[in-house]
């Protein structure tokens, strides 16, 4: 979500488009995945990271103790907070190629582009009723009530 609201797809597709006229692609691949990551580095976009905020707030919580063996556990924490991140990153790989393909589509050629190459291929409503027309029996089931 910080991506989006952060407009990065946005401002990615835009710089992409601009860089490579109109050769962009309709699906991303692992190349533009990386481009993208190295974008919003480049920006400064850190990820949300819940996990390690909880650890920010219990060291200083815990700083008064001012322990050595508390500072060791911390540091672990942090780090394993840290691969969390990454862990998430990998996760939303999908998700990313798909808000970057839409961008793509809508820089081509507009909304109409959207549907016609990217929602008509993955949103799953769509894909749900493409299905249901080409399941000739049981589309009439639906229409007759059955």
């Known amino acids: 979500a910080a991506l989006i609201y952060g407009s990065y797809f946005f401002r990615f597709s835009v710089d992409y488009r601009v860089q490579h006229g109109d050769s962009i692609p309709v699906e991303v691949d692992s190349a533009v995945l990386r481009d993208f990551r190295e974008y919003v580095d480049e ?68 909304i109409e582009e959207v549907y016609r190459s990217f929602r008509l291929r993955h949103d799953p409503q769509i894909l749900t009723a493409i299905g249901l027309l080409e399941n000739h029996q049981r589309y009439s089931r639906l229409l007759h009530g059955e």
């Open 43 to 110: 920006k400064g976009f850190v990820p949300p990271n819940p996990l390690l905020n909880a650890i920010d707030s219990l060291e200083q919580q815990l700083a008064e103790i001012n322990s050595e063996s508390m500072r060791k556990k911390i540091s672990d924490m942090k780090h394993i907070a840290a691969s969390f991140a990454k862990h998430q990153w990998d996760e939303s790989e999908q998700f990313i190629a798909q808000r970057l393909s839409e961008s793509f589509a809508r820089q081509s050629g507009g």
